[in-house]
């Protein structure tokens, strides 16, 4: 069974910055590519960052150049560098792993960005 836990959420001024963490039980860490999503109110979940086993990356346009995600295989803990952060940023960022087929979700963390 694979447990996925988010941490790192909170208030932040836009411009400013935070990092999320999400650690992960259950699974061969290092063979799995890790994900990250996020859901504002209202809407629907949507795909912000991968990085593959190999490291390789990939973000959605809206965070593109501002968000950098990583992923440290010794602590089983993938992360998520978030800089100039915007209003249209908040919501709820969900860790995701793939395994056996089956996407397991953590709980969430909440991310507001407000002035």
């Known amino acids: 069974q694979v447990q996925l836990v988010e941490s790192g959420g909170g208030l932040v001024h836009p411009g400013g910055s935070l990092r999320l963490s999400c650690e992960a039980s259950?699974?061969?860490?290092?063979?799995?590519?890790l994900n990250w999503y996020r859901q504002a109110p209202g809407s629907q979940r949507e795909f912000v960052a991968t990085?593959?086993?190999?490291?390789?990356?990939n973000y959605a346009d809206a965070v593109k150049g501002r968000f950098t995600i990583s992923r440290d295989n010794a602590k089983n803990t993938v992360y998520l560098q978030m800089s100039s952060l915007k209003p249209e940023d908040t919501a709820v960022y969900y860790c995701?792993?793939?395994?056996?087929?089956?996407?397991?979700w953590g709980q969430g963390t909440q991310v507001t960005v407000s002035s």
């Open positions: 995701n792993q793939y395994f056996k087929g089956i996407p397991y």
């Open positions: 259950g699974s061969i860490f290092s063979l799995y590519a």
């Open positions: 990085i593959s086993t190999q490291y390789n990356t």
